[in-house]
Protein backbone atom coordinates (compact mmCIF):
# COMPACT_ATOMS: atom_id res chain seq x y z
CA UNK A 1 0.00 0.00 0.00
CA UNK A 2 1.34 3.11 -1.09
CA UNK A 3 -0.13 6.70 0.66
CA UNK A 4 0.78 10.06 -0.74
CA UNK A 5 0.65 13.22 1.34
CA UNK A 6 1.83 17.08 1.51
CA UNK A 7 0.10 18.60 -0.93
CA UNK A 8 -2.00 21.54 -1.00
CA UNK A 9 -2.36 25.11 -2.15
CA UNK A 10 1.02 27.17 -2.72
CA UNK A 11 2.10 30.78 -4.60
CA UNK A 12 4.22 30.42 -8.12
CA UNK A 13 7.67 30.41 -6.77
CA UNK A 14 6.95 28.44 -3.58
CA UNK A 15 7.56 25.07 -2.03
CA UNK A 16 6.30 21.86 -1.74
CA UNK A 17 7.49 18.47 -0.05
CA UNK A 18 5.27 14.83 -1.28
CA UNK A 19 5.83 12.39 0.81
CA UNK A 20 5.20 8.63 0.05
CA UNK A 21 4.83 5.92 2.74
CA UNK A 22 4.97 2.08 1.42
CA UNK A 23 3.46 -0.47 3.86
CA UNK A 24 3.22 -4.16 3.69
CA UNK A 25 6.29 -4.75 1.19
CA UNK A 26 9.89 -3.72 1.33
CA UNK A 27 10.51 -1.37 -2.41
CA UNK A 28 14.25 -1.16 -2.03
CA UNK A 29 14.83 -3.31 -4.86
CA UNK A 30 12.43 -1.76 -7.36
CA UNK A 31 11.72 1.57 -9.03
CA UNK A 32 9.48 4.12 -7.31
CA UNK A 33 8.67 6.91 -8.72
CA UNK A 34 6.42 10.33 -9.17
CA UNK A 35 3.60 11.08 -11.67
CA UNK A 36 1.04 13.58 -12.04
CA UNK A 37 -2.53 13.87 -13.68
CA UNK A 38 -3.76 17.13 -14.77
CA UNK A 39 -7.50 18.34 -15.68
CA UNK A 40 -7.99 17.19 -19.06
CA UNK A 41 -4.69 15.73 -19.29
CA UNK A 42 -2.78 12.59 -19.61
CA UNK A 43 -1.05 10.91 -16.46
CA UNK A 44 2.68 12.14 -16.77
CA UNK A 45 5.71 11.07 -15.32
CA UNK A 46 7.53 13.34 -13.13
CA UNK A 47 10.61 11.69 -11.58
CA UNK A 48 11.93 8.41 -10.54
CA UNK A 49 14.56 6.49 -8.71
CA UNK A 50 15.93 2.74 -8.69
CA UNK A 51 18.49 1.14 -7.59
CA UNK A 52 21.66 1.82 -9.71
CA UNK A 53 24.83 -0.33 -8.07
CA UNK A 54 25.71 -1.10 -4.73
CA UNK A 55 24.02 1.50 -2.42
CA UNK A 56 23.69 3.99 -5.41
CA UNK A 57 19.99 5.02 -6.56
CA UNK A 58 19.69 6.05 -10.00
CA UNK A 59 17.34 9.14 -10.59
CA UNK A 60 15.24 10.47 -13.58
CA UNK A 61 13.66 13.62 -14.18
CA UNK A 62 11.26 14.83 -16.57
CA UNK A 63 12.69 17.65 -18.78
CA UNK A 64 10.31 20.11 -17.10
CA UNK A 65 10.84 19.52 -13.77
CA UNK A 66 14.67 19.26 -14.04
CA UNK A 67 16.75 21.51 -11.60
CA UNK A 68 13.28 22.47 -9.62
CA UNK A 69 12.56 18.58 -8.13
CA UNK A 70 14.51 16.28 -6.24
CA UNK A 71 13.42 12.92 -5.93
CA UNK A 72 14.86 11.20 -3.06
CA UNK A 73 13.65 7.92 -1.53
CA UNK A 74 15.09 6.31 2.03
CA UNK A 75 14.74 2.18 2.30
CA UNK A 76 15.03 2.22 6.05
CA UNK A 77 11.79 4.11 6.34
CA UNK A 78 10.12 2.52 2.92
CA UNK A 79 9.63 6.06 1.76
CA UNK A 80 9.93 8.33 -1.32
CA UNK A 81 10.00 11.81 -1.42
CA UNK A 82 9.33 14.69 -3.54
CA UNK A 83 10.88 18.16 -3.00
CA UNK A 84 9.55 20.47 -5.21
CA UNK A 85 10.56 23.87 -5.55
CA UNK A 86 10.20 27.02 -7.80
CA UNK A 87 6.45 26.11 -8.31
CA UNK A 88 4.96 26.90 -11.38
CA UNK A 89 1.12 27.16 -12.27
CA UNK A 90 1.04 24.26 -14.74
CA UNK A 91 2.79 22.38 -11.85
CA UNK A 92 -0.90 22.14 -10.81
CA UNK A 93 -2.18 18.11 -11.19
CA UNK A 94 -2.48 15.41 -8.54
CA UNK A 95 0.36 13.95 -8.35
CA UNK A 96 0.63 9.88 -7.85
CA UNK A 97 3.48 7.98 -5.71
CA UNK A 98 4.15 4.22 -8.02
CA UNK A 99 6.48 1.33 -7.07
CA UNK A 100 7.21 -2.16 -7.67
CA UNK A 101 8.80 -2.12 -11.15
CA UNK A 102 11.29 -4.03 -12.23
CA UNK A 103 12.32 -2.17 -15.42
CA UNK A 104 15.05 0.21 -15.61
CA UNK A 105 12.08 1.97 -17.95
CA UNK A 106 11.27 4.06 -14.98
CA UNK A 107 9.55 7.10 -16.95
CA UNK A 108 6.73 4.78 -17.98
CA UNK A 109 3.73 4.11 -15.72
CA UNK A 110 3.23 0.55 -17.35
CA UNK A 111 5.04 -2.05 -14.93
CA UNK A 112 4.23 -0.04 -11.74
CA UNK A 113 2.35 -2.89 -9.38
CA UNK A 114 1.09 -0.58 -6.32
CA UNK A 115 -0.13 2.93 -6.76
CA UNK A 116 -1.21 5.42 -4.41
CA UNK A 117 -4.33 7.70 -4.29
CA UNK A 118 -2.72 10.48 -5.40
CA UNK A 119 -2.40 14.01 -3.44
CA UNK A 120 -3.69 17.28 -5.40
CA UNK A 121 -0.99 20.54 -5.75
CA UNK A 122 -2.32 23.67 -6.97
CA UNK A 123 0.04 26.30 -7.63
CA UNK A 124 -1.85 29.89 -7.86
CA UNK A 125 -0.25 32.85 -9.59
Known amino acids: QLVESGGGLVQAGGSLRLLCAASGRTFSNTAMAWFRQAPGKEREFVAG???????????EYADNVKGRFTIFRDNAKNTVNLQMSSLKPEDTAVYYCAAGKRSSLISVGEGYDYWGQGTQVTVSS
Open 49 to 59: TRWSVGTIYYA
